[in-house]
């Protein structure tokens, strides 16, 4: 196990990383400010589970493999620009309504298929970010030691407290940007600005991934 000061270190680090905007923060609010409370939320239980992927991948020494693979890494990466782009398409072409109108969350069927499509986005969103795999195999050894027993354990240790402030610091910016969206929803005239700010959004987060080729 990892002793105390170096956990500690390690939680300060991560605070400070996630506090730094990046894909999956402007997403959340992004959904948050266009739809709600309840999917921020549920858009964050994607996110964690991508999360989770992550942590299995690297305890195993999966991500290593992938990361020295340099085609890997650049398929990687454009099926995250590629999903993303095509979110952002959903998000506006013609027709597409259900996700952005109020009645989304109504209870019955359809609800329960909004709540599925937020998660997975929410999911491949985090999965397909090549970015939190290169950030987990370059940060993580920095803290871990043979001295402090199994390197299984101190990895899925630091995974999970990396977890956890990433889903606290995300849990209050839903709240806070979700306070956004009784404004947008009072007015229903917004609702094409609500699906054009969500396709800038996304487009843009591809745009930013595409262009990023460093490791």
Known sequence: MLPLNELLLFALAALGLVITPGPNMIYLISRSITQG???????????????????????????????????????????????LLYLAWDAIKPGATSLFEKQSFAHGPNADQSNWTLFRMGFLTNVLNPKVAVFYVSFFPQF???????????????????????????????????????????????IRIQKWFMASILTGLAVRMAIDKGK
Do not use: C, D
């Open 37 to 83: 409370r309840r999917a921020g939320l549920v858009s964050l239980l994607g996110v964690i589970a991508g999360f989770l992927v992550h942590i299995f991948l690297v305890s195993f020494g999966l991500t290593a493999v992938f990361m020295a693979i340099p085609m890997v890494y650049a398929l990687l990466r454009w099926l995250g620009v590629g999903y």
């Open 144 to 190: 871990t030691r043979p001295e402090y027993g199994s390197l299984l354990s101190q990895t899925i240790q630091l995974g999970l407290t990396q977890l956890v402030i990433s889903a606290t610091v995300n849990f209050l910016i839903v709240l806070s940007a979700a306070r956004m969206a009784h404004w947008f929803k009072a007015r229903p005239a917004y």
